[in-house]
């Protein structure tokens, strides 16, 4: 299953990782190597980018700016349209190498690839959507109007936990916008990135355009931190953890440029007493334990009223039990594996330190005793003031707490540093406005009857506080990959300036 599928998406037993227009042939950086989580075995090698050819590639990419911003957007729609049809004809060998590489199940991994056509799609309708205002004009005689243009050679750097699918929200939206892009992905996943490269490099060449959609894959942060400090980049867009985002926003400032930012989250639900617990129940199972816990919207903290908090605990518990965790390619499977053993002593530190601060495992919470990364999934009764409570551990953990009152509760929601999504389960108007209100949740994501995770495409996609502040995807999230120009143009023969302000001579 492995060989084929790698050999279906023009994967070698060592490939180059640096890709500008074609691929460099023998990158001069580290190698690395992508290992199966579930096995724990390596799949193939990767040649990484050495600093000589990350500066081939970004000047390729400057290059490749000068004639692709001038193209029409709807034409670059066109293409984008192309490359749509070039992933819907490979779904199914892209989405079981996503599977294979991040231990995501196979209806995840085929759900990523899905959510990169969507956005090919969106992409392609905003290519005739770019649009800018006319605003009143004080002065006589005077239009004043605003209009975007391309930004320039971009930076995207990718977590591991969505290896193509973050890429495509940023490049398909800001292709059409008119920039080019330089994309180093996660060392933990680089051949879903060089697969991605392969299914758009035919689309490319048939329209005789390169240095379009450039890769440098490096080995851990390097050359992430010459894209953030690099002038030519003007906006580095950067999906991780906060640490990351932190140092990124930091040498990005150094330079005056711009960020978009999608850091990790720390996110919670509340269960009210008039919820409908069998709706809530299945929503909160796979907010918590789909992608085993290492989403960025995953649910990690569940705030129960206190009239149900048992009975639903119970219910959590049984339904925990019934998870079936294993081979993440298996139809029956629900959890794969953690990405890596880092990632798993990680987890296994955090169950020892909640419970130095007072938490209760309630169930799981233990690693599997056979080859490859997996772990049981932890339901935990937790004091919302526990400092553990405060941070995202990037695995299947699950806090429980109680609430009285929805102040209280909300409250405890939104007393944590990270702020990307939410949901209530109510069926009472008033509490559900509430939370939606500007007194209730400080996220960027807010749902009613709905967990944290699984959003579309077509809405702004981010979070608040130190989830960074970035907005990607739908809405009008294009904006952040081009500048605004605000215009005047003066018809009258008559001076006339803003303000009412004179300045006659004699
Ligand atoms: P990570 O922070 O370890 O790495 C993310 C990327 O940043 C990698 O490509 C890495 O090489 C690069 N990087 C690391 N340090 C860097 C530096 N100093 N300068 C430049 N680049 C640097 O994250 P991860 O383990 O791959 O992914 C998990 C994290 O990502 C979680 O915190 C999760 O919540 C977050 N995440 C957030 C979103 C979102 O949209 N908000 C989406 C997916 C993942």
Redesign the pocket.
Known sequence: MTNTVLQKLGIHSINSGVFSGDWIRKPKGPEILSVNPSTGKPMARVLSASREDYERVLEKAQKGFKKWSLLPPPRRGEIVRKIGEALRKNRKALGLLVTLETGKILAEGEGEVQEMIDIADFSVGLSRQLYGLTIASERPDHRMFEQWHPLGPIGV??????PVA?WSWNAFVAAVCGDTLLW??????PLTAIAVQNIIRKVLAKEELDGVFNLCI?D??????W??QDRRLPL?S????????K??AE?VAQRLGRTL?????NNAAIVAPSANLDLALRSILFAAVGTSG?????LRRLILHRSIAKKFTRQLIRAYKQISIGEPWKKEVLMGPL?AES?VQRMMEAAEEIQRQGGKILYGGKRLKRSGYFVQPALVQADPKMPMVQE?T?APILYMMTYDRLEEAIQIHNAVPQG?SSGIFTNDLREAELFLSAMGSDCGIANVNIATSGAEIGGA???EKE??G?R?AGSDAWKVYMRRQTCTIHFGKNLSLAQGVRFDLG
Do not use: W
Not at 184 to 189: D, E, W
Not at 294 to 298: D, E, F, G, H, S
């Open positions: 750097i990718t977590a591991f936990n969505f973050v180093k992905p996660s060392s933990r996943t490096g851990g942060a390097e050359i992430g931190e894209m953030a580095i950067a999906t991780g953890s906060c640490a990351m985002g140092r990124v040498a930012l999608e850091l990790g989250g290492q989403r960025c919207t995953t990405i990632a995202e990037f990307l996609f981010g979070g989830t960074g970035g990607e």
